[in-house]
């Protein structure tokens, strides 16, 4: 998985490491959506920016600890897990690095907990900086996940016996948060069998992935999705012209900066389809607002094709590419087909001189039409390598393109669909923002990379044709419920 700024600086601490004595069998291993339910968790988990994520592990650790390999979780084993729930907590605090401002502990039996409920927490205690925040439905019931800061870690180690962090809810009154909740239902937990599967049958009776009648607005990758290199993908036009026919505002988003918004529309009419540059947004446009935003008169040392000096001149902002320039307030770093050792020497000295690194997108690869190419995210990583320097990411997954995507249709994330061929930045993206997203299998992500990730996009097709085709299907069933 991509390492980029994309995380909400609150770890999480899955706890799994009870023995499902009441209930008979390990809840652990339940399956849920495909997956054993704490891979299912651990994914949820990370898919909502917790960083880091521990999972605890206890009883049945032998079996567990298998299925989390190659995913990005900490495991922390708590061999003393038959001391009840104390001992778990204990476990994972002692996992966690050193500076973590607050933690959000996730049990492992409350399979409907989400990537919004998990991220509703973190936005609460940003806002609030409260000590202690617990969920709260209409009628007043109170649940499990709960967030605790890091000053009452020191009273959770100090717990004993089958002793939770609820025991410090009366002792800190005053230091706990309510996160409201709209339905109490999404906090329910396994108990015991019945209840694990009425909870599947309600999950499994609750309609399409995708409620394509709400949707009014598109963001929509192009390399993979739209075309592989110079070769227009099957049903582009198509596509398009459902779009238009449907009224949907949409916005064609891409980690390519090398190519500025007119090169694109001329790239499309080329394909039959024709749009305008106020409906194409790339990753230097939103690095450039973003230096622009923090320096307005900032001086910024760039690499990257003509998409990077538009972007960076568009802004007002002083644009350089000489490599002997002797001071730079930003490095803005974009995908560069003539990418020189010499460059990567000039960029790495003005960072180390104190210029900010900004790099455009963390894509590692770029995808032409029979092969893969390095990209981006091979360049930035080459100047942290040499510097020890992160650099500011703008595009996906980070948070910005989309959001400014979506600021430009007037369009919010729930009605927001997110199309993209690249689980780890299209789709990990739009789910941390709350949109609904399709993978579409056409590009770099593979139906086998697919099985195996914790990243889980709402829907997925094979094709962009087919994608077209349940829209469509969707709004003529709605015209005329009978045509089906």
């Known amino acids: 998985m991509n390492s980029t700024n994309t995380s909400t600086g609150v770890a999480g601490i899955v706890l799994a490491a009870g023995g499902s004595r009441r209930f008979g069998q390990a ?3 339940l399956e849920w959506g495909g997956r054993p339910l704490v891979t299912h968790i651990a994914d949820t988990a990370w898919m909502a920016g917790l960083d880091p994520v521990i999972v605890v592990v206890g009883a049945a650790a032998d079996r567990v600890i298998p299925l989390l390999e190659n995913r990005p979780v900490q495991v922390a ?3 003393r897990w038959d001391q ?7 476990a994972g605090i002692a996992a966690l690095p050193p500076g973590i401002e607050a933690a959000l502990f996730i049990p492992i039996d409350q399979p409907l907990i989400s990537v919004p409920l998990l991220q509703g927490f973190v936005r609460q205690w940003r806002t609030t900086r409260a000590g202690i925040i617990v969920p709260k439905a209409p009628e007043g019931q109170r649940g499990t996940p709960v967030l605790f800061a890091s000053e009452f870690f020191p009273e959770l180690t100090a717990l004993t016996g089958d002793v939770g962090g609820r025991a410090l809810f009366g002792q800190h009154a005053q230091r706990v948060t309510y996160l409201p909740i709209s339905d109490a239902s999404i906090l329910a937990d396994v108990d ?4 694990y599967t009425a909870l599947l049958e309600s999950t499994q009776a609750a309609g399409p992935a995708i409620d394509w009648d709400s949707l009014r607005g598109l963001i929509c990758d192009m390399d993979g999705v739209l075309w592989r290199g110079d070769s227009p993908l099957p049903g582009l036009e198509a596509f398009f012209a459902v779009l238009e026919a449907l009224q949907i505002s949409y916005m064609l988003v891409t980690n390519n900066s090398s ?5 694109y529309v001329e790239k499309l009419r080329k394909m039959g389809v024709e749009t305008t540059t106020k409906h194409v947004l790339n990753s230097a446009m939103a690095a450039a607002r973003h230096i622009a935003e923090t320096k307005p008169d900032a001086t910024v040392f760039a690499i990257g094709g003509p998409g990077v000096r538009q972007a960076v001149e568009a802004e007002g902002l002083a644009y350089r590419d ?12 974009g995908w560069d087909q003539q990418l020189t050792w010499t460059k990567l020497a000039a960029a790495t000295r003005l960072i180390l001189d104190g210029a900010t690194f900004v790099s455009t997108n963390p894509d590692r690869t770029f995808p032409l039409e029979a092969t893969l190419a390095p990209g981006n995210g091979a360049q930035t990583a080459a100047l942290t390598a040499a510097t020890g320097v992160t650099p500011i990411v703008a595009g996906k997954p980070a948070a910005l393109l989309y959001q400014q995507a979506m ?3 007037g369009t919010p994330p729930e009605s927001t669909l997110v199309i ?12 941390r923002l709350g949109n609904p997203t399709a993978l579409v299998l056409t590009g770099v992500s593979t139906a086998d990379e697919l099985h195996g990730s914790p990243i889980r996009p709402t829907i997925v097709f094979n094709d962009l044709p087919s994608l077209t085709e349940a829209w469509y299907r969707s709004a003529i069933k709605k015209e005329d419920p009978h045509n089906g």
Do not use: C, W
Not at 84 to 90: F, I, K
Not at 420 to 431: A, N, Y
């Open 27 to 29: 809840k652990q291993l």
């Open 77 to 79: 084993r708590n061999y």
């Open 84 to 90: 009840g729930m104390s001992s778990s907590l204990q």
């Open 192 to 195: 015991t069998p019945e209840t």
């Open 259 to 263: 190519r500025t918004p007119d090169q």
């Open 322 to 333: 000489d490599i002997g320039i002797k001071h730079a307030d930003f490095v803005l770093v």
């Open 407 to 409: 600021a430009r249709m």
């Open 420 to 431: 993209g061929d690249r689980l780890d930045t299209d789709i990990l993206g739009g789910i």
